[in-house]
């Protein structure tokens, strides 16, 4: 799914197992998204009625560029930690690609999290969002509506306001966005060697841009876990 940003964050969604209610009973509240088919089965993540809000989980994403090792804020966004670590434990994002580079001035991502590699998938359910209060303004923003997301930011792809699927992105350079996509972990400095690689190999060609596209170095997620 996409955006302007939001195809570069669209975060595809989709269905889940059928016997899946229409919306857990927790704070979470993961919703089917019955019209948009599910790129790989799973059930909707648990929910219990307090989520888990203290820690930081650790999960490597293991590519064939490298090790993408992730720590995560359940402070931050304790439902999309918990989401995330549900689809870990799913192997959801195993045998994957990371479907999306960008080289703007202000936007430098690395997009993965669907198991189509179109950009369109997702695991079946959608949740809300849980925004960043706290990124810094951007420089030279005339309107002071957008932010700086960090290089080595962890944030969730969305597809407009509450759409928040499997799809994610990894901030290879400071990129400017509006505070409308949730953060809710990091990458560790090895991770960032490997984005790093996979940034300097540039957009494959495409007629479209040149600097939005698949990465030029195919990434694929070979396998992901968590580690602590």
């Known amino acids: 799914m996409a955006v302007a940003l939001a195809v570069v964050l669209g975060g595809g969604v989709a269905q889940a197992s059928p016997e899946a209610p229409g919306s857990t009973r927790g704070p979470c509240a993961y919703t089917v998204t019955p ?6 089965p799973v059930p909707l993540p648990p929910d219990p009625r307090h989520t888990p809000d ?8 293991r590519t064939n560029q490298g090790p993408v090792p992730l720590v995560l804020d359940r402070a931050q966004a ?7 670590l549900h689809l870990v434990r799913r192997k959801f994002y195993d045998d994957t690609t990371c479907h999306r580079l960008t080289a703007y001035p202000t936007l430098k991502v690395l997009q993965c999290g669907d198991p189509s590699g179109t950009g369109e998938g997702g695991p079946g359910y959608k949740y809300e969002d ?20 960090p290089r080595g930011t962890l944030a969730m792809a969305n597809a407009g306001p509450d759409t928040n699927g499997s799809q994610f992105f990894l901030v290879t350079s400071d990129s400017v966005l509006r505070p409308n996509y949730t953060v809710f972990g990091r990458v560790t400095p090895a991770g960032l060697a490997t984005l790093d690689k996979v940034a300097a190999g540039g957009i494959a060609p495409n007629p479209d841009s040149e600097v939005d596209g698949r990465p030029a170095l195919t990434t694929d997620i070979e396998r992901a876990k968590r580690t602590c």
Do not use: I, K, M, W
Not at 35 to 40: I, K, L
Not at 54 to 61: A, C, D, K, S, T
Not at 78 to 84: A, K
């Open 78 to 84: 304790p439902c999309t930690v918990q989401s995330f």
């Open 54 to 61: 203290r820690g930081h989980p650790e999960v490597l994403l």
């Open 35 to 40: 019209d948009e088919p599910a790129a790989r």
């Open 130 to 149: 849980e925004l960043p209060t706290d990124l810094a303004p951007a420089p030279n923003d005339p309107t002071g509506q957008r932010r700086t997301y």
